[in-house]
Structure formats: C-alpha cells, structure tokens
C-alpha cells in the first residue's frame, strides 16, 4: 500500500508550527493548508507536487517538471518509490507514473479527529485570508466526508 510520509493531522501540526500559514520542509519546499480544498499541500517551487488528503489518501503531480529534483522530492515524502528508465517516470512496481494520480493512504476513513484539527488550525490562523474563507471550507471539508452538496 502506498503512503504518505505524514498523515493529513500530522501535516496540520506541522503547518501550525511553522511561519506564514505553512512549515518549510527542504530548500523550496514547503508544506501548507490549501484553503479551497482544505488538503495538505507540499509544494517544490510553488508548485502543489503532493496534496494529501484528511483521509490520508493522496494526488501527486509533476506539475510538468520531471526533473531529479521532482522525482526526490515526491520519494522522500511518499513510499512510491519512483525510478526513471529511458525518460519514462515508474513506480517502484514497474508501473508507469501518472501525474495527477490518487493513492489510497493506509487510513481511508474519515473521523471526527480529521474534522477537530482542521477547526483548531483554522480557528487559530493569522492569515485574513484564512479566516474569511474559514466556514466555506468548513463546509466543503463536511460535504467531502459526507458525500452530500451543503
């Protein structure tokens, strides 16, 4: 099973304890909250190359950029192991890599937990921005876990 390196709460922690909304993990990468989604970012240049899910499940992207760089950054914050041959990015079970793909995480239910740290990190954001769109997100994240339009 594929998996991110941190699960959705922990990534949240994360976020909380770094500056400006998002956590700095290596040179030009850095960790965030995506306000409209309500996912973890984790951007390489700006560019959202994994969004995890409150689920822990996850979308991973070259965003264009199949470059070393790329491919270290997506291997060092998930497990799926990726190895180019001949130009052509695989997963490390020979199968092709498709950017734009979701990986199920190893916890696939939705909890009450997910719910209770997203409102925390919320309710405690500097960021205007953050809390003028605090209850559309709020109420995006409960029609994601419940399937149904608010």
């Known amino acids: 099973m594929f998996k991110a390196k941190y699960s959705f709460n922990e990534c949240l922690r994360m976020i909380q304890s770094g500056r400006g909304g998002r956590k ?30 409150p689920d822990n499940s996850f979308i991973v992207s070259h965003c264009g950029w ?6 270290d950054r997506i291997n060092t914050y998930t497990n799926l192991g990726i190895y180019q041959r001949k130009h052509v990015w695989y997963i490390k079970d020979d199968l092709e890599f498709q950017s734009n ?46 399937g149904q339009e608010s």
């Open 24 to 53: 700095k993990l290596e040179n030009n990468t850095y960790m965030s909250l995506n306000q409209y989604t309500g996912f973890v970012d984790i951007k390489l240049h700006g560019h959202s190359i994994i969004q995890i899910r």
């Open 66 to 71: 199949q470059t070393k760089t790329t491919k």
């Open 101 to 146: 793909s979701t990986y199920l995480g190893a916890n696939t239910s939705y909890g009450t937990a997910s719910e209770q740290v997203i409102n925390e990190f919320l309710s405690q954001s500097e960021t205007q921005e953050f809390k003028s769109n605090r209850f559309n997100l709020v109420d995006q994240f409960d029609s994601f876990v419940t």
